[in-house]
């Protein structure tokens, strides 16, 4: 962490430490999200995660982030102001930069990868370092999709065969320097912006395109005003159920153990749903005028490997881990 965060960090976490400490009645478990109501992950909390703490936690979730802006969901854990959110590992990478390894382009194959990542002993470290510096504990790993590159122009105007095809491209990309760096490492022209603004800046032209997996293409209507999807899987996405470490610490050990349990079921719950969407909205989107396709691939893993190789984030990466990671894939 750099050293004006975690000066920032160690004073929220102390105020969160000393009002950790509430009756277990009292335990209200306010989540924050971009995604909307009917994301899958927000339907797998809430139908999954809520009901299993019923009996000494409320789960109060809050969607589109109408509580807290996205990308600052785990500040606001660490200071106390909220105690749950969907973190994503571009957020992490923002106080711990070797999260990055995680957010980069053609490492995580499938949804099976990033779960069997998530449990492996590779990640105590990464999940400790959260926990002792941003008092922050990774629950379990949610499936948020192949991410692709969704444009407003049509194949007609911008064919996406390789790299060079997105130079100039505005690109929608979320606003931390992760994402940035992905953007760029496509070959397009990165333009940082909230997820709950894309929809509008779509419509009005403000940018050529965003990425997202399909489900959320759909979800967020994306589609409406989009007109083709190059098929470029450059991230298998994830986010990690994130909990307060002091609420965690007032829980008893069963309460504790109920909660974890309820984070993998409603991640399970999550990733069946988004694989069963993702294998199926392909012909949805077709029907409503959008032209899907797949460029070339190798093309692209090529590319964006070689733009990581040597960069500021892949310094970052502990020794070994990147093989550790691909040995756990097909
Ligand atoms: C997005 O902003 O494009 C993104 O997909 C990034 C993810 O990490 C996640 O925050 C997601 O938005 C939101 O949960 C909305 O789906």
Not at 21 to 39: C, F
Not at 226 to 235: D, E, P, W
Not at 307 to 323: H, I, N, R
Request: aromatic letters at 8%; hydrophobic letters at 40%.
């Amino acid at each position: 962490m750099t050293p004006t965060l975690k000066t920032t960090v160690l004073a929220l976490m102390t105020t969160a430490l000393m009002t950790g400490t509430v009756a277990a009645q009292e335990i209200t478990l306010r989540m924050s999200t971009p995604a909307s109501e009917t994301d899958q992950r927000s339907v797998a909390l809430a139908e999954v995660f809520g009901p299993a703490v019923a009996e000494f936690a409320t789960y109060e979730p809050h969607y589109n982030a109408s509580l807290i802006a996205q990308n600052s969901e785990l500040e606001a854990i660490a200071s106390g102001d909220l105690e749950m959110s969907i973190a994503s590992a571009q957020e992490l990478a923002q106080y711990f930069p070797e999260f990055s390894i995680f957010a980069t382009g053609y490492v995580h194959q499938s949804a099976e990868h990033q779960v069997a990542v998530f449990s492996d002993p590779l990640m105590d470290p990464f999940k400790q370092k959260v926990e002792d510096e941003l008092g922050v504990k990774l629950l379990a790993v949610m499936y948020l999709g192949k991410r692709h590159v969704n444009l407003r122009q049509c194949r007609d105007e911008v064919d996406v065969r390789t790299p060079a095809d997105l130079a100039g491209i505005n690109l929608r990309m979320p606003g931390t320097d992760a994402w940035q760096f992905l953007g760029k490492a496509l070959g397009a022209n990165p333009t940082p912006m909230a997820f709950t603004e894309v929809y509008t800046a779509l419509q009005t032209g403000s940018v050529d395109g965003q990425d997202n997996p399909l489900p959320t293409v759909v979800d967020a209507k994306f589609y409406e005003v989009t007109c083709q999807i190059a098929l470029t899987s450059h991230l298998v996405d994830l986010n990690y159920v994130a909990f307060s470490k002091a609420v965690w610490g007032g829980l008893s050990g069963d309460q504790q153990a109920i909660v974890k349990k309820a984070a993998e079921d409603a991640a399970e719950s999550g990733r069946q749903a988004q694989l069963q969407k993702e294998a199926g909205l392909g012909a949805f989107l077709e029907e409503n005028g959008l032209t899907l396709y797949e460029p070339d691939l190798a093309a692209f893993r090529s590319h964006v490997q070689e733009q990581y190789k040597g960069s500021e984030f892949a310094a970052s990466w502990p020794e070994g881990v990147l093989d550790r990671i691909n040995a756990l894939g097909n």
